[in-house]
């Protein structure tokens, strides 16, 4: 037992980059993680980890050691996934993060119908749409909408991401159509703050950003979504987001033949954190309803 918290310890030191941090996810003290990585130094008789009082790297041997480590904790975490799955109940504390527009309406929901079927599981959920560190916040699960930046993160597709360019029918009641991306240089849009621009496809499937504007930005994609049904202009929202209105007539959908190529919705969790079963059912349960053929267009 000794030496698999050793290891176990050094697993979360590499991760996490400081003995302090390590120490808060183990709930031991930092003394505590020092001493069992000096003994597991000493055992194996080789450096693992070079420790100044700024910083710790890992060591030629101590990289290769880690990768070792972290497939013998996954494989472990796998195998008693497996046998949990089939008697023992998930238990224990989740910390999950989301954007707040989707997390409201995509993720509140189905994370109180989680909790229903599982009563030994509690959850924190941290709807946001500043961009977390997984590791350092301790976040277990994170919702994130649309192209992936390169990361040491593992990501799940949970489901397709469509954006379409809508208004309100009074705000096409004072201004025609447009035509073609070309033509949003003479309407009023409402970008999402400091927004690169609306990505399109053109005639020939190619990929292009058209820079737009109006007389309202907004950091906030609700009140983008408000302003658009009030008559304001024209906004670049999630399908997820405007279906209902679209269905209902509350918005009209422009430009769709020149629609942005389709993104995704993931979840995302450290590379080497171990999956606790409570975190494996969860992300089943989303993906499963977000599968599900009628889900999107119930605006659940």
């Given amino acids: 037992m000794d030496a698999f918290k050793q290891v176990e310890s050094f697993v979360s030191v590499a991760s996490r980059g400081s003995l302090s941090a390590a120490a808060r996810a183990e709930g031991v003290t930092p003394a505590v993680v020092g001493r069992r990585l000096d003994a597991l130094e000493q055992r194996l008789g080789v450096k693992l980890l070079t420790r100044t009082t700024r910083s710790i790297s890992l060591t030629f041997e101590g990289a290769a050691f880690l990768e070792d480590c972290q497939r013998i904790l996954n494989d472990l975490a796998n195998a008693e996934a497996s046998v949990s799955l089939g008697g023992v109940k998930a238990s224990g504390h989740l910390r999950i993060s989301a954007p707040a527009g989707f ?6 929901p189905l994370i109180r119908e989680f909790l229903d079927m599982n009563p030994d599981v509690s ?21 994130r909408i649309g192209e992936l930046p390169d990361s040491s993160l593992v990501s799940i597709r949970l489901a ?12 096409f009641d004072r201004h025609p159509p447009p035509a073609s ?3 949003l240089a003479a309407h009023n849009c409402l970008p999402l703050g400091q927004q690169r621009g609306w990505v399109f496809r053109d005639e020939d499937g190619a990929v292009a950003t058209v820079k737009v504007s109006g007389r309202l930005e907004c950091n906030d994609g609700v009140v983008l979504h408000e302003w658009a049904l009030a008559g304001q202009g024209l906004a670049w929202r999630s399908l997820w987001e405007v279906d209902a209105d679209l269905r209902a007539g509350r918005l ?6 020149f629609a942005a190529p389709v993104t995704g919705i993931y979840a995302m969790f450290p590379q080497r954190k171990h999956l606790a079963l409570r975190v494996r059912l969860l992300i089943d349960h989303l993906k499963n ?7 999107w267009g119930s605006g659940s």
């Fill in 289 to 295: 309803h977000y599968g599900r053929p009628d889900y």
């Fill in 160 to 171: 397709d991401n469509r954006r379409v360019v809508v208004a309100s029918p009074a705000y």
């Fill in 252 to 257: 009209v959908s422009v430009l769709d033949e």
């Fill in 181 to 183: 991306p070309q033509d």
């Fill in 103 to 108: 997390g409201r309406v995509h993720v509140a």
């Fill in 123 to 143: 959850c924190s959920l941290d709807l946001t749409d500043r961009l977390v560190d997984l590791v350092n916040e301790g976040i277990d699960c994170a919702i």
